[in-house]
């Protein structure tokens, strides 16, 4: 359910590595960001806000993710680079890493892959990796930099594989569901754990479980009633961690508040006419999945 909002300041320190301590639950805390070599990781991360990425230097990777708020953008439908929609709404690319699958169908197997495709479509950057080496080749500032990280000029697999190295490192652990998970009784208010009893009693967990509730399993959606768009019938479960920062929802943006996703989720999939207490205690407990980067809360929800 991907777009935007503000990140608002929260304690410098990063997020402590959370363990559940409770183990019978269906999902689990996100880890701490995976220790990588931070010059490639840094190199990734001047890459994903380079617009020669794109074949006509238009736009780069935060175009449409923008990590200073939500991973993704407020549209309902990104533009390519001939100005047209985008079929599908953009999913945030934080915790993208810790999903088995990428994208709304679940076509790519890594993050490698998922990159490259987005460099290759005509729909993105209409680029390629060889095109977009040659290009910070004649960089010498970038020459530097992509010597320190990999030892030789820029070549085609480095500039994907920096580019997922940084993705990899952009992980939100710290919610407050997440300290809740490892043993922190009072991380969670009486609205929201109601809401986390409702998730899982509903069959909601069903689909979104694990370590980023979501991502993990396809499934058809519409399943009692239509949900959105009727193409693709079968979408990868999309994660809901940040899920409240990330309007609108649904593979084809057509929920504009998490509140109308809610109530069209649990009719369309579970056949469920949920009351107003209950949409408000489901909405809670997703506010709850809301965790931190780099010592700001993601969308600057709480």
Not at 62 to 77: E, K, L, M, V, Y
Not at 205 to 217: D, F, K, T
Request: net charge neutral; charged share 20%; aromatic share 6%.
């Amino acid at each position: 359910m991907p777009c935007s909002l503000k990140v608002s300041p929260a304690p410098s320190q990063s997020p402590p590595a959370f363990v559940s301590v409770r183990k019978d639950e269906p999902i689990t805390p996100i880890p701490a960001p995976p220790a990588i070599n931070p010059l490639k990781v840094k190199l990734g991360e001047r890459l994903f806000s380079d617009r020669r990425l794109s074949h006509d230097n238009s736009r780069s990777c935060a175009s449409c993710h923008d990590i200073a708020t939500n991973g993704a953008s407020p549209r309902q439908h990104d533009v390519g680079p001939d100005g047209a929609a985008i079929t599908l709404n953009t999913l945030t690319v934080f915790n993208a890493a810790l999903s088995f699958r990428f994208g709304w169908e679940g076509k790519l197997r890594n993050i490698e892959a998922d990159t490259r495709a987005s460099l290759e479509s005509p729909r993105t950057m209409a680029s390629s990796s060889v095109e977009i080496a040659e290009k910070l080749n004649s960089d010498p500032d970038m020459r530097e930099s992509f010597f320190a990280a990999y030892g030789h000029r820029p070549e085609r697999g480095d500039v994907v594989d920096a580019l997922a190295n940084f993705q990899r490192t952009l992980v939100t652990p710290g919610g407050k569901f997440d300290r809740w998970l490892a043993g922190d009784a009072a991380a969670l208010s009486e609205d929201e754990l109601g809401g986390y009893q409702l998730f899982k009693s509903l069959g909601c967990a069903s689909c979104h479980q694990g370590v980023n509730v979501g991502g993990n399993l396809f499934q058809r959606h519409g399943i009692f009633h239509p949900l959105a768009s009727p193409e693709p019938k079968i979408l990868r479960v999309p994660s809901l961690r940040n899920v409240a920062t990330t309007p609108p929802y649904f593979h084809d943006g057509s929920a504009p508040t998490l509140d109308d996703a809610v109530r069209k989720m649990a009719f369309a999939q579970l056949n469920a006419t949920l009351t107003e207490k209950q949409v408000k205690a489901l909405v809670a407990f997703l506010n709850s999945l809301t965790g931190t980067y780099r010592g700001a809360t993601v969308g600057g929800s709480p």
